[in-house]
């Protein structure tokens, strides 16, 4: 199992450009976590699908920040327009709603830089 | 969620016995008590998680109190790659219609040095 993938691992862009983070959850698993850590504010929760539904998005900052889940297998996360202050690691993770535990698997991260 | 309270930091020799103490106050009956752990540069890994009685796993043990309102993740046997930040997390179980939904929420964590 290749557990859950990221892409791109780093990404730097100026203010006020798209930016698009990809992620594929692990095989089997139904739910899938965007989060974003800074050392300001540590690990967040951002939003969270459950079956490819969006369940809670309560901790998106703002409308310039999107999240979709076309299908079981992929994620994306995307910033427009980009801003300094969304310099931060932005993890995936996901699980199996099956079995009661609430086991997440994170990602690497990506490592968001805007210039 | 029910609020954690954490030591900001704790050392240990490597070899020894690391136990990690956690403040959960106000938990509910129905919040589990989890661990998870964040070596640098690298996204948390699980480590265990308990809702009454003590746990145990490969990579450690949780010891929750008899009224649940605090917690000890025991790691045996420190390694220099047990350094890390200790995030324990308190949460609600619930299911609706065959599926368990809920969310983790991360605090400041402990960071656990361990040395030579």
């Known amino acids: 199992d290749a557990g859950v993938i990221q892409s791109p691992r780093h990404e730097v862009t100026e203010m006020g450009q798209e930016v698009t983070l990809r992620c594929k959850p692990i095989?089997?698993?139904?739910?899938l976590f965007w989060y974003r850590q800074t050392m300001m504010r540590g690990l967040e929760l951002l939003i969270y699908?459950?079956?490819?539904?969006?369940?809670?998005d309560s901790g998106m900052p703002e409308d310039r920040f999107s999240a979709k889940m076309p299908n079981a297998s992929f994620s994306t996360l995307k910033i427009q327009p980009s801003e300094p202050r969304d310099s931060a690691v932005y993890f995936c993770a996901s699980r199996s709603t099956s079995g009661g535990s609430y086991e997440q698997y994170f990602g690497p991260g990506t490592r968001l830089t805007v210039t | 969620d029910a609020k954690t309270t954490q030591p900001p930091s704790m050392d240990c020799a490597e070899g020894r016995a690391a136990n990690l103490p956690c403040n959960h106050s106000?938990?509910?009956?129905?919040?589990?008590v989890y661990w998870y752990r964040q070596i640098h540069s690298q996204g948390p890994q699980y480590i265990i998680h308990?809702?009454?009685n003590n746990e145990t796993n490969e990579m450690a043990s949780l010891i929750i109190t008899e009224d649940r309102k605090s917690s000890t993740l025991i790691l045996p046997h420190a390694t220099l790659r047990d350094t890390a930040v200790y995030y324990c997390?308190?949460?609600?179980?619930?299911?609706?219609?065959?599926?368990?939904?809920?969310?983790?929420?991360f605090g400041q964590g402990t960071i656990l040095t361990v040395h030579p």
């Open positions: 106000t938990i509910s009956g129905n919040e589990y």
């Open positions: 997390i308190v949460r609600v179980g619930y299911r609706a219609g065959g599926t368990s939904y809920g969310k983790l929420t």
């Open positions: 095989s089997g698993h139904n739910s």
């Open positions: 699908f459950n079956n490819n539904v969006p369940i809670d």
């Open positions: 308990g809702l009454k």
